[in-house]
């Protein structure tokens, strides 16, 4: 019972009707996925609802070798993405991830000691996924016109094959020419 603020007549309490929210997070998605990624990749968890942050650490959400299980240390963030509706775990590791066999498996715990919204109400089962990453460095093909070329003309296309496709962002010092970028 409450008092009555404001004394309106014929009335002595007034009464507050709530319910506690006791549904448990989902995972709605996670990443990375496959196994090509970069070594400098974030590792993130998507929660349908706001995740408690004091429950999160190394212990609840695990980043290990997969082969040899040894514990990835970084630090864990929070953002709510407003696109999609769901808030993000991120956990960035400390070192660049490298090629390892078997790559990487993130656990994500539940139960007492285990993931928990602002309810403190925890995941229901854990939920573990793997992926692996690509460091090996892109090979070059061909390239043509082939190098130590004499009489090119100063208007040909340069063209560059790789192995496998280069992520535009780790194109830097690339140069301007009178036809464009290169």
Not at 19 to 45: C, D, F, H, R
Request: with cysteine; glycine share 8%; charged share 15%.
């Amino acid at each position: 019972k409450c008092a009555n603020l404001y004394r309106l007549p014929g009335t002595s309490t007034i009464t507050y009707n709530y319910t506690v929210e006791n549904n448990p997070p989902q995972i709605l998605a996670a990443g990375p996925t496959g196994s090509l990624n970069p070594p400098t990749s974030k590792i993130w968890v998507a929660f349908d609802e706001q995740i408690d942050m004091n429950s999160v650490n190394t212990n609840s959400i695990t980043v290990q070798e997969a082969t040899t299980s040894k514990v990835i240390y970084g630090k864990f963030s929070q953002v709510y993405e407003s696109t999609t509706s769901r808030w993000i775990v991120y956990f960035e590791p400390s070192v660049p991830l490298r090629t390892s066999l078997g790559g990487y498996r993130v656990i994500v715990k539940s139960g007492n000691t285990g993931v928990k919204d602002l309810g403190g109400t925890p995941l229901v089962s854990d939920y573990s996924y793997t992926f692996g990453v690509d460091n090996i460095a892109p090979q070059v093909i061909t390239v043509n016109p082939p190098n130590g070329s004499s009489g090119v003309s100063l208007d040909s296309d340069i063209n560059i094959v790789f192995n496998e496709v280069l992520s535009p962002s780790s194109i830097y010092g690339a140069t301007e020419s009178s036809r464009g970028s290169v």
